[in-house]
């Protein structure tokens, strides 16, 4: 009995082969093609010979000719080059001038003269002779039957016949090494591709053929990577959204069927209580619209030029009540750079405040937030700082993920609706800027955003 791995194993050869034997037979078909194309020209030729009064190409025994005429200019003397030349002693000839009178008859049956104009029949091959780009004469040798073009024809065909062999025999390696090189990788990227579409967003391949295909893999890899990685983020923010909304929703729920059932008083205070839920809802689904809003950039800045010393003072002004009641120091450190940056204020505000009213729930009383500006000659850098516990280094990454808390036994209402740092790193992005954290070496987290000048 199979189990269900080895099931899954023998379907994915079973279809990997099946993509490769319709690749293979599609290199066949070109093959088949590229064959029948060049035995069609080789036929074309060969009936054009057999059938044509006049060869369409130079004879070997021609070249001597036409290279005679070129050395001494004329025709004189040219029964030397008949006599000396093997290749004619067997055939009746006749060679004719560029107006095709006679020079030189060595065809026995012929009664025409030297110096007549021969007029051509249908049994002759007629063979032109160009010198130095022009026609000189033409070279007829008569009676020409079909077992004799036979002959001229295969003296051309077989040789060529043979390079055709030996090249059909060299293509069929080509096409092997390309089913090895080309073709199998394919086939690999083809089934995962298929997988993917099916919903297997883990399927991956290897690494394999020449460098363009292994790019391909590679970047197949990364798109399943990342297709998989946003499958599961959106279904743990499917999840953390309906957790989010549970909780406000069941004390609403609650208070209001104690009010129906008796259990408490229609007085104000259990009003106040689902009143405060509500305020709650409306804060996380303003969070929410906002935060994907910010993701798919379409956000509207109003950037304007921007004191950024001056709008984090105000900020940490509106939190001065709060760090008040737990007894936490709020300070801003700065020295006497330029701080002006082209910013929205009120989305910048909004990303300090984020930072400064996260450092508030989570550090404990007592401590201290400071914020740090520094100019360089490139960006201006806000740092906003505090001398808590600090978040675990394997958490980190995590810190700016939607409903991320350090402290996950916290109560929603301690611990915010967890999308406050997202929103920031959203909004501080979209306008140019980087924000990162880290722990500082005495204690405490940093959270640094940056932005060019």
Do not use: C
Request: cysteine-free.
């Amino acid at each position: 009995m199979l189990s269900q791995v080895e099931v899954l194993k023998v379907k994915m050869q079973s279809s990997v082969r099946e993509i490769r034997t319709r690749l293979f037979l599609l290199l066949v078909r070109a093959f088949v093609i590229v064959l029948s194309l060049s035995l069609l020209f080789f036929l074309t030729i060969v009936s054009y010979i057999l059938t044509s009064p006049s060869a369409p190409f130079s004879l070997p025994f021609s070249g001597a000719l036409e290279g005679y005429y070129v050395g001494h200019g004329s025709w004189d003397g040219v029964e030397t080059v008949f006599n000396s030349n093997d290749e004619f002693k067997h055939l009746n000839t006749i060679l004719l001038d560029e107006q095709q009178r006679i020079i030189l008859n060595r065809d026995s049956g012929s009664v025409s003269t030297v110096g007549s104009v021969y007029k051509i029949r249908p049994k002759d091959l007629v063979i032109a002779i160009d010198a130095n780009g022009e026609r000189v004469g033409s070279l007829v040798i008569t009676s020409v039957s079909f077992s004799t073009r036979l002959g001229i024809v295969r003296g051309i065909i077989i040789p060529a016949g043979g390079i055709s062999f030996i090249l059909a025999l060299f293509l069929v390696v080509v096409a092997i090494l390309l089913v090895r090189r080309f073709v199998n990788p394919l086939a690999d990227v083809i089934y995962a591709a298929r997988e993917v579409t099916n919903g297997k967003l883990n399927t991956r391949i290897s690494s394999e053929g020449p460098q363009d295909l292994r790019s391909l893999s590679d970047s197949f890899n990364e798109m399943a990577s990342s297709l998989e990685r946003n499958d599961r983020e959106r279904r743990d923010m499917l999840a953390d959204i309906a957790h989010e909304l549970r909780t406000p929703l069941s004390v609403i729920r609650g208070r209001l069927e104690g009010i129906v059932d008796g259990i408490y008083s229609a007085d104000g205070s259990q009003v106040s209580l689902a009143l405060e839920q509500t305020y709650l809802l409306e804060r996380l689904v303003d969070d929410l619209r906002l935060l994907t809003l910010a993701e798919a950039r379409q956000l509207h800045f109003e950037k304007k030029s921007v004191d950024l010393a001056e709008l984090a003072q105000h900020t940490l002004d509106l939190f001065s009540a709060e760090a008040q009641e737990k007894n936490i120091s709020l300070s801003l450190e700065k020295g006497s750079g330029n701080y002006k940056v082209e910013l929205d204020p009120q989305r910048m505000a909004q990303v300090i405040g984020n930072l400064i009213g996260n450092s508030l729930r989570y550090i404990p009383d007592g401590r201290k937030i400071w914020l740090t500006l520094e100019e360089t000659s490139e960006a201006v850098k806000l740092f906003v700082n505090d001398n808590g516990t600090g978040v675990a280094e394997d958490e980190l990454p995590y810190l700016f993920d939607r409903f991320w808390r350090k402290d996950k036994s916290r109560a929603r209402s301690a611990g915010g609706t967890g999308l406050g740092l997202a929103i920031a790193k959203q909004l501080v992005e979209a306008q140019g800027g980087t924000i990162e954290a880290r722990n500082l070496p005495e204690g405490g987290l940093q959270v640094m955003v940056e932005f060019k000048q």
